[in-house]
């Protein structure tokens, strides 16, 4: 499985950030597969933001608070997050990431994208 993120590089504050994950070589629909987004803050460790699952429930990490909200295209094989009300604390490199049965495996990575929020 390959995963490749596109969206805008720069976010101005208080906006929406929409980051789109292509998939390829397999379904986002393959049953027990799960499609998370990861960010990596400057100077931070990896953060767990969200995830949909191959049925398209969704999954957040509580503290971001109600913030994310990741959805699916299955014609398209995408998933796509959207952040909400962004401040420069949400600067970071983007991940898009599958994982097979389990949420605490990550299986494949996309090359990840540098958001940065500035106005």
């Known amino acids: 499985v390959q995963l490749q993120e596109s969206g805008p590089g720069l976010v101005k504050p208080s906006q929406t950030l929409s980051l789109t994950c292509t998939v390829s070589g397999g379904s986002i629909t393959t049953t027990y597969y799960y499609w998370s987004w990861i960010r990596r803050p400057p100077g931070k460790g990896l953060e767990w933001i969200g995830a949909i699952s191959y049925s398209g429930s969704t999954y957040y990490s509580p503290f971001l608070k109600s913030r994310p909200s990741i959805s699916r295209d299955t014609s398209e094989n995408q998933f796509t997050l959207q952040l909400s009300s962004v401040s420069p604390e949400d600067a970071a490199v983007y991940y898009c990431?599958?994982?097979?049965?389990?949420?605490?495996?990550?299986?494949?990575w996309g090359q990840g994208t540098q958001v940065t929020v500035s106005s």
């Open positions: 990431v599958s994982s097979f049965t389990s949420l605490l495996q990550y299986d494949s």
